[in-house]
C-alpha cells in the first residue's frame, strides 16, 4: 500500500472516530461544565435545583438524549439537508460510476453479460428484436464491458 493511501486511511479513521465518538463526549462535558460552574453557582435559585455537579450532568443527559433523538429524526425524516447530504454522498462516490471490487465484478456482472448474450441470440434466432432494441442491447453489452475490466461509465455531477 502507498504512503500517500495509508496517510489518507488513518486520517478517514480519525475524522471518523473524533467525529462520531470523541467529539459528542467532549462537547457534552464542556457544556455541562461551563454552564454549571459559570451559570449555576452563581445563581441561588438554579443551585438549590441543582446543589452538585453530579445532579446537573444527570439531569441534562436526561433531558439532551430526547432532544438529540428528536432532532436526529426529524433531520433525517422531515428535512431537506438529509436529502442533500445523500445527494452530495452520491456525487463523490466513485463506485457509483463504477464497479466495486469482489462478487460484483467477478461473478454478479459476468452473469448479467452472460444473460443479455444469450436474449440476444434467441432474439436474433426468433426473430423478434427490432434493430432499435437489438442497438440497446449491444449498447448494453459495451457498458457491462467497459465496467467489468474496470473502467466507468458516465460522470459525476459534482465533477462536471
Known sequence: MKISVFVFRLWYYFRLGYGVYL?????????????????????PFLYGIF????SFVIVGFILLLPAGILFGWVHAKR?????????IAVETNPY??????GYVTEAQFPVYLSTI?????I???????????????????????????????????ARR
Not at 51 to 54: L, Q, R, T, V
Open 79 to 87: 428535512s431537506h439537508a438529509f436529502a442533500a447530504e445523500f445527494d
Open 51 to 54: 446543589p452538585s455537579f453530579a
Open 123 to 157: 432474439g436474433e434466432r426468433e426473430g423478434f428484436l427490432s434493430r432499435e432494441e437489438m442497438a440497446e442491447i449491444e449498447e448494453l453489452e459495451k457498458k457491462l464491458k467497459v465496467l467489468m475490466r474496470g473502467g466507468q461509465l458516465g460522470t459525476p455531477r
Open 23 to 43: 467529539a459528542i463526549a467532549m462537547g457534552f462535558i464542556g457544556m455541562v461544565t461551563s454552564l454549571y460552574y459559570l451559570m449555576v453557582k452563581d445563581v
Open 96 to 101: 457509483y460510476y463504477k464497479l466495486p471490487p
Open 117 to 121: 448474450r444469450l436474449l440476444k441470440k
